[in-house]
């Protein structure tokens, strides 16, 4: 039995130790926005904030992770439902496409402007390292500074 935080929730995991937190997610917490790209953490659509770093949830093995906190996309609108400055600026810039990676760039945005509250492209550039086969990198760079400066402004 594994204890972790997801979403906010407490919630225990029982089954194979070795079993890759994005199954855990999908299969056992139905939480579906996490998605299975490449299996080896390169394409980042599987991403999720572990303790607050985001982190492709496909090669980290849940025994790995016992008591920690994991945010997936679903957890990123505050509790009355209202969405993060990462989401509405997503929606504003009309970032995604066919959307399918678009969860893990969430996350990717959100654990950068944590950590860097006003990036540059530059900085955008080498932290957000997710795969988008539509190409919608341009929009996507908007929206994180649209998030920053809604950030900046309170």
């Known amino acids: 039995m594994v204890s972790l935080t997801v979403n906010g929730s407490p919630v225990d995991i029982s089954g194979k130790d070795d079993k890759p937190l994005l ?4 299969e056992d917490l139905g939480l ?3 998605k299975y790209g490449c299996g080896v953490a390169q394409c980042g659509a599987c991403r999720v904030l572990i303790d607050g770093e985001s982190t492709p949830s496909c090669t980290v093995a849940l025994c790995a992770i016992a008591g920690a906190s994991v945010v997936t996309v679903e957890g ?5 439902g209202t969405l993060s400055v990462v989401q509405q600026a997503w929606l504003d810039e009309q970032v995604p496409q066919c959307g399918f990676c678009q969860p893990g760039f969430l996350i990717a945005a959100t ?5 860097t509250p006003r990036p540059t492209d530059a900085e955008i550039d080498e932290a957000i390292t ?6 919608t990198h341009p929009r996507i760079r908007r929206a994180i500074h649209r998030a920053a400066a809604a950030q900046a402004q309170g």
């Open 76 to 80: 990123l609108a505050r509790a009355d």
């Open 32 to 34: 579906l926005g996490p």
């Open 23 to 26: 199954w855990v997610l999908r």
């Open 111 to 115: 654990a950068l402007l944590a950590h």
């Open 130 to 135: 997710n795969i988008c086969r539509c190409g």
